[in-house]
C-alpha cells in the first residue's frame, strides 16, 4: 500500500529498503513479487532517484513543460531488465535513438551507437587498421569486474590508438558523460559500460521518465511493496550486531534485513555509524573517492513551435582537444544536448524540450557567495544558449523556459554527498559488495564502480543485492526452524 507522509508505520518486514533509485526499486520489486514483505521509503516526494523529472508552467498557456532530469539514453540490455524484473509494458516502450552526434574542433560523426557503426567509423574516418579495431573491441568484451587489472583507460586508449588524442575523444567523452570516468580511472570501469552500449545502440522510454516511474509504481504496489515518500530515515537500527530496521521521523519500523540504496558513504558513516563496523572497513571506506557531479540546464520551446531533427544527442565541445581535466571546467567548453522530440511523450500535446548537461566539480560551487552562484548559473545558461545557438541558429526566439541545475542541486534533492551524480569511484564496490559481512543484514545497492554505469546498471545491481538478501532471509528462516 502506498502510505501518507504522515502516518506512523506499525507494521514490521522482512526487508526495508532506504531510497528509491532504480537499483532499490528495482529491488523492492523483485522481493515483493517473490512473496517477501518490503517497504521502500523515500525522502523525496517522488520516487526514481536521478531517473526523475519535474514540470513548468508554458507561457500564455494551460499546458506543461516536463524536463527529464538524467541524460537520456542506456544500452539496449533495458529491455531484458524491464522484461524480467518489472513487466512486459514497462519494457515494451524501450526504443532506440536516431542519431548521436559529436561537434567538435577535431572531427564531426553522426553515428547510430553500435559496434558495427563504430568499427566503419574509426577505419574510414580515423584511418584505424581493421585488425587493430577489432583487438580493441575483443579486449573491451573480455573484461569484468573480477579481473584485477591495473591498467587505466589512458593506457588503454595508448595501447591501441597511440598519440590519437581524437580517437581517445570520440571512444571516452560520451561515457564520461555516462558515469564520470577519466583517463585516471581503471580499464575495466571503462570497458564494461561501453560495451553495454556498443551492442545494438542506444535506447530512450517512450512516455519520459514519469510515466516510467509511475508505472514502476503501479507494479510494485500490485506486488504488495508498501511505500512511503517524504520519508527521510534518520537512523539505521543496530542491535547485538544486526540490522533490527530503521528510524524515520524518530519512530522506529522493524526488520530482518536493510538495505540502503543511498550514497555509499553517507550509509556507513551517518545512517549506521562508523562504532558499529570494523576500523579496516571504516578505514577503507574513508579512502572512496566519490565521483563527480553535474549540471544541467534545461530549455522548453514556445507552445506551437517546433525545430528539425538535429539528433537526439549532441555532444559538443569548443576545446581543441581532449582532456577529462576541461570537461569538468567551469568554463564549461563542453557540454552535451538532449534533444526530446514530441514522439519523446506522444500522450501529451506536441511539445519539445532540450537539456543541457555539463560535469561539474562540487568545490566549484559550494564556496559561491550567493551572488556570485547566481552568476555562475547565469553563465551556463547562457553556454547552453551560445552552444545550441551554433547548431540551430534563432533558437533563443523560440525558448519559454530555461533554468540551470547545478552540483548543490543534486545534493540537495538526492542527498548525494557532494552532489555526487555518478556515486563513487571503482573502489566503491568492494565496500558495497561486501558491507552484509560487517553486519548481519544489512545491504547496499546504489551507483558504485563498474556499476555504476547509469539506468541499467543501477537496475541490475538492485537484483544482484536482491538474490543476496532473500538468500541471507532464507539463512534466518531456516536457524528459527
Known sequence: MLFSSKEKIEKSYDVIVVGAGLAGMTLANKMGRD??????????????????????????????????????????????????????????????????????????????????????????????????????FTELANMNFYDNSSMTNGELFEKFFPGRNDITRFLLEPIVYANGSNLEDPAISYGIVFSNFMSKGVYIFQGGTDVMINMMKEEMLKNGVDIQMQAKVEKVLIENGKTAGVVVKGHMIRSKAVVSNSNLKSTVHKMVGDEHF?????????????????????????PGESIPFIGDLIFTSDDSDFKTDLILSPKVGSQTFSVYYPETRPHLPPQYAIVSSSNARYEDWKNLSEEDYEKQKAYIIERALSGLEKILPGIREKIDYVDAATP??????????????????????????????????????????????????????GVIVAHDVDNYLSRLEKQTH
Not at 282 to 298: G, H, W
Open 35 to 136: 512473496g517477501r514483505s518490503v517497504l521502500l521509503l523515500e525522502s523525496h516526494n517522488k520516487l526514481g532517484g536521478f531517473a526523475t523529472w519535474f514540470k513548468r508552467p508554458m507561457q500564455g498557456s494551460d499546458g506543461q513543460h516536463v524536463f527529464d532530469v538524467s541524460l537520456h539514453g542506456f544500452p539496449v540490455g533495458m529491455i531484458k531488465t524491464c522484461r524480467k524484473y518489472w513487466n512486459k509494458e514497462i519494457a515494451d516502450r524501450i526504443h532506440q535513438l536516431k542519431s548521436v552526434r559529436y561537434i567538435n574542433p577535431q572531427f564531426e560523426v553522426e553515428t547510430d551507437f553500435t559496434k558495427q557503426h563504430f568499427t566503419k567509423v574509426l577505419m574510414e574516418k580515423f584511418g584505424v587498421a581493421e585488425e587493430t579495431v577489432h583487438g580493441f
Open 278 to 302: 570494523t576500523k579496516e572497513f571504516v578505514s577503507k571506506t574513508d579512502k572512496v573517492r566519490l565521483n563527480t557531479s553535474s549540471c544541467q540546464v534545461y530549455m522548453g520551446l514556445k
Open 408 to 461: 548543490l542541486t543534486v545534493e540537495r534533492y538526492t542527498h548525494h554527498e557532494r552532489g555526487a551524480s555518478f556515486g563513487t569511484k571503482f573502489e566503491g564496490l568492494e565496500i558495497s559488495m561486501n558491507i552484509h559481512k560487517e553486519i548481519d543484514g544489512l545491504f547496499h545497492a546504489g551507483s558504485v564502480g563498474i556499476i555504476m554505469s547509469g539506468w541499467l546498471g543501477a537496475a541490475n545491481y
